[in-house]
């Protein structure tokens, strides 16, 4: 069951803000704040910035997004259980508010940033909506958020940087799962700083307009739509930038099943089963099997990033 779950990836679709989000409590907002008003506004509203305008990515497909209920109702979280609806019933507990990121290693501008900070320094043409997330089983995701390389380049990235590490919260007090040693806590991923910079890779806060409900990552986690989910670390209180290949949760816990790429790739088979195809949440009790895309469907933007590499080794 482990295994299985950590298959995800996500991707970006292109519909209207208006096809994915029926909140009138967004749009009341968003009219409030049309124009210079909301970049004030923004400034001052710290993590409320979820609520705010965004654009939708130009890197997008015009899928239609699973339901906010399917999308909050099946996640993996172990931190919270290994279940599937563990995570929405055991999330609620944990504090987001305050929240901070400690940004270190090979960068200009260490320190321990507050999240309101964050993302008041983004600016309204970087905030982006709707990625989607595909696993073993798959869903669309309008995700919102901002470029991970916004960041990185607002603390300022050293030449000697290679990879970026980041670390989700250690807090056993209101995260059940961590009292017990399913994973080797705290949970960490890492990406090769051209994948960090790629502009597919977002720091989400939100997703259909809302800010990130807890059991999918709140307040801050990482959406890289082009491999499986397990690379998504979610509620991130730590980046660091290195000059060697950090320690990755699942590649510690199974480095034979997962690599530290780990990108949707239909040709390469995990140990134990096929990733041929992927089941599309939603649409009936067990959704409908389709076949899985090289790269989640982004080759034309992320292939070049493996020129040369085999990926069958590089998995
Ligand atoms: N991040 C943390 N901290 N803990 C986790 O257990 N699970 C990963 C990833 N990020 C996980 C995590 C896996 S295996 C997947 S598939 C995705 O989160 C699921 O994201 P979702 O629940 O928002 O769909």
Same mark, same amino acid.
């Given at each position: 069951m482990q295994i299985r779950s950590s298959r995800d990836r996500r991707w970006t679709p292109d519909l209207g803000w208006s096809d994915v989000t029926p909140k009138s409590a967004w749009l009341n907002r968003r009219m409030l704040m049309a124009g210079a008003a909301a970049t004030a506004a923004a400034a001052a509203a710290g993590p409320a910035l979820a609520k705010l305008d965004y654009r939708p990515s130009p890197l997008s497909t015009d899928e239609t997004p699973n339901s906010f209920e399917e999308i909050t109702n099946y996640n993996n979280y172990y931190e919270f259980g290994t279940g599937k609806t563990d995570p929405a019933e055991n999330a609620g507990q944990l504090t987001t508010d305050p929240w901070a990121v400690e940004i270190g290693g090979l960068v200009e501008r260490p320190g321990s940033y507050d999240l309101g900070d964050i993302l008041s320094g983004v600016?309204?043409?970087?905030?982006? %909506?709707?990625?989607?997330?595909?696993?073993?089983?798959?869903?669309?995701?309008?995700?919102?958020?901002?470029?991970?390389?916004?960041l990185l380049d607002r603390v300022g990235v050293q030449?000697?940087?290679?990879?970026?590490?980041?670390?989700?919260?250690t807090r056993p007090e209101e995260m059940?799962?961590?009292?017990?040693?399913?994973?080797?806590?705290? %949970?960490?991923?890492?990406?090769?700083?051209?994948?960090?910079?790629?502009?597919?890779?977002i720091l989400a806060t939100?997703?259909?307009?809302?800010?990130?409900?807890?059991?999918?990552?709140?307040?801050?986690?990482?959406?890289?739509?082009?491999?499986?989910?397990?690379?998504? #670390?979610?509620?991130?209180?730590?980046?660091?930038?290195?000059g060697d290949e950090p320690p990755a949760t699942w590649k510690m816990m199974q480095g034979s099943e997962y690599g530290f790429y780990a990108n949707v790739n239909p040709e390469v088979d995990h140990p134990r089963w096929s990733?041929?195809?992927?089941?599309? #949440?939603?649409?009936?009790?067990f959704g409908s099997r389709v076949p899985t895309q090289m790269f989640n469907g982004y080759g034309d933007q992320v292939a070049a990033l493996y020129a040369g590499m085999d990926l069958a080794r590089n998995y």
């Open positions: 600016t309204l043409e970087e905030r982006i %909506y709707r990625l989607r997330c595909v696993e073993a089983w798959s869903m669309v995701i309008p995700w919102i958020g901002f470029p991970l390389a916004s030449p000697g940087a290679k990879y970026v590490s980041f670390e989700t919260l059940p799962g961590q009292r017990i040693p399913i994973l080797d806590w705290p %949970y960490r991923e890492g990406l090769r700083i051209d994948e960090a910079m790629h502009p597919l890779t939100g997703l259909y307009g809302e800010e990130m409900p807890n059991q999918n990552g709140a307040p801050i986690r990482l959406v890289v739509p082009w491999k499986y989910g397990f690379k998504s #670390i979610k509620s991130i209180v730590k980046i660091d930038l290195t990733q041929a195809t992927e089941r599309k #949440i939603g649409g009936g009790l």
